[in-house]
């Protein structure tokens, strides 16, 4: 009976948390988030991950030690490759903001999102951990975030069988935090995947496939920048 | 493309290019040898960024030991198939987009190609087809075997081109690599702009971008090799759309960009226009007379 309770009860938590946190909606960065009277606005990147391989399909212990075995030269490599200018990004940023008429600044130090303290009051395109803090901390009073999650070689799976060839990829999201509200003001989830040109199994350089991560490093790079260089806001067309 | 041909471009691409510079006489006589098989190859340019059957959990029956076995080596064999099937389909779709030049490439021979391209290089010195299967004579002698892939918007050619080089009397290549040469993009282009006058702005581009890749595979032979510059990620329009590519600078004249790919191909592709690029009108370009005419 007690142990019925408990899965009964597990289920509900589990249920529970999926339906209280749908996923997020892009927003559109629109002129007046960042036209000169916005206020202050941070620009911050959270820590950059490792590049590294991934082989997402490969759930069993022994599919993933298959899996890791199979494409062990593959991620020796994906290991060594580097961030290129990618850490330049908030500058970028700031850059382009400043060119609109922005008052922005570059924070230098990098964020970890999972330290905030959670949000209490939640809602739409209320972002869910509490940046607020930040407002004092950096005397600003927008925080435009450029988290990058996931970088490197992902290679799909079926248990023991590769499903596909592998793929460059970079999964982020970017987003700007009105600090005196706690609200999205631009969310732009990305997922970038390129397949190398020709054949990409080419041990121990794999060209086809540090090609293709430098694509996905540029392509992530335009995709965050873009909003920041299109959006027109009177300053900018005034100048 | 024939099995033959398939087999000798495979092994130039998977070549790497010998840094060793070749010594080639400056009026030397060259025999562009025309390939075994005779129709020039086209297709659409394909993209297999979406390509892939997604990852997924399975559930193999295992009875023993050996039927675990044949399960995981069935379920491998399938993914396979559906791997290659939807790659075929993915060219299948995009080789459509050749279908109002069904007419014009049926009929267009190597020999026409490759004629039209001995008119149009800059290398210097005496040049002549020769038959597939003539014997080495005593010129200097070219194998090239070109595919040429067309934008899906229709405003751009692509030519990879797989080159070696042979010394007169030799069988063995003194030099090889792949070339990849992309066509200046053609605003707005449209079907009728290729296909007018018999295809002729089709087999001018084709034969000019044949002739640029030989050209360049002749100078990069005979160059010593340089300081290696460094690495970077070079932009470039493919059509209308924007295209990177890893590499190393080679060269850079009038309006276009030679590059060495982290493969150690060699790519010409257009430079980006900016205010202080040297491309001007004055420069006339081997790779883009078709527009010029």
């Not at chain 2, 993009?185 to 449209?190: D, F, L, S, V, Y």
Request: charged share 20%; with cysteine.
């Amino acid at each position: 009976m007690n142990t019925r309770v408990s899965v009964g009860a597990l289920c509900a938590i589990l249920l529970t948390g999926c339906a209280s946190t749908p996923p997020q909606n892009p927003i559109d960065l629109t002129g007046s988030s960042i036209d000169a009277k916005a206020g202050r606005v941070g620009v911050v990147m959270t820590p950059l991950p490792k590049v590294d391989t991934q082989f997402p399909g490969a759930g069993c212990l022994l599919c993933l030690a298959t899996a890791s075995l199979a494409n062990s030269a593959l991620t020796a490599h994906t290991q060594t490759l580097p961030y290129e200018d990618l850490p330049k990004l908030r500058s970028e940023v700031a850059e382009a903001l400043r060119k609109k008429g922005t008052d922005a600044i570059v924070v230098a130090d990098d964020i970890k999102v999972d330290g905030l303290s959670e949000y209490g009051k939640p809602g739409p395109n209320i972002a869910r951990k509490d940046f607020s803090p930040l407002k004092q901390k950096y005397k600003i009073d927008k925080l435009v975030v450029i988290q990058i999650d996931v970088l490197g070689i992902w290679r799909n799976y079926s248990a023991y069988v590769a499903t596909g060839d592998p793929k460059a990829v970079l999964k982020a999201t970017g987003y700007m935090v009105n600090l005196n509200n706690n609200t999205y003001e631009w969310y732009l989830p990305l997922n970038i995947t390129k397949s190398a040109e020709g054949p990409w199994d080419e041990a121990p350089k794999f060209p086809g496939l540090t090609n293709a991560y430098f694509q996905a490093l540029e392509l992530g790079r335009d995709k965050i920048l873009e909003p920041f260089k299109k959006t027109s806001t009177a300053d900018a067309s005034t100048r | 493309m024939g099995a033959v041909t398939l087999t000798f471009f495979s092994s130039v691409m998977a070549a790497s290019s010998d840094s060793v510079p070749v010594s080639i006489p400056r009026d030397a006589t060259w025999s562009l040898r025309l390939p075994k098989d005779d129709k020039v190859t086209y297709r659409g340019l394909v993209s297999f960024d979406d390509a892939g059957v997604g990852a997924g959990g399975m559930v193999y029956p295992a009875p023993s030991a050996l039927g675990f076995l044949a399960a995981v080596f069935t379920h491998g064999a399938i993914v396979e198939s559906q791997k290659q099937s939807q790659k075929n389909k993915l060219q299948e779709q995009a080789d459509k987009v050749l279908a109002p030049y069904d007419s014009i490439l049926k009929d267009f021979s190597h020999k026409e190609l490759m004629h039209r391209a001995l008119e149009k290089t800059t290398t210097a010195g005496n040049k002549k087809l020769v038959d597939s299967t003539d014997k080495a004579g005593t010129d200097w002698s070219i194998a090239s075997i070109p595919i040429f892939s067309m934008t899906q918007d229709r405003s751009a050619i692509v030519l990879e081109n797989a080159i070696a080089l042979y010394p007169p009397n030799v069988t063995v290549p003194a030099y090889q690599n792949a070339v990849k040469v992309v066509s200046q993009p053609k605003g707005g282009a449209e079907t009728d702009f290729w296909s007018a006058n018999g295809g002729s702005k089709l087999k001018e581009e084709s034969a000019g971008l044949l002739a640029h890749s030989l050209d360049i595979a002749i100078v990069e032979a005979t160059n010593a090799p340089g300081k290696d510059s460094a690495q970077k990620t070079f932009r470039y329009l493919e059509g209308s759309a924007e295209k990177m590519e890893r590499a190393q600078l080679i060269s850079e004249h009038c309006n276009r960009v030679v590059i060495k790919t982290l493969r150690g191909w060699l790519m010409s592709v257009p430079a980006r226009p900016s205010s202080d690029s040297p491309g001007t009108a004055s420069c006339v370009d081997s790779a883009t007379s078709a527009s010029a005419k």
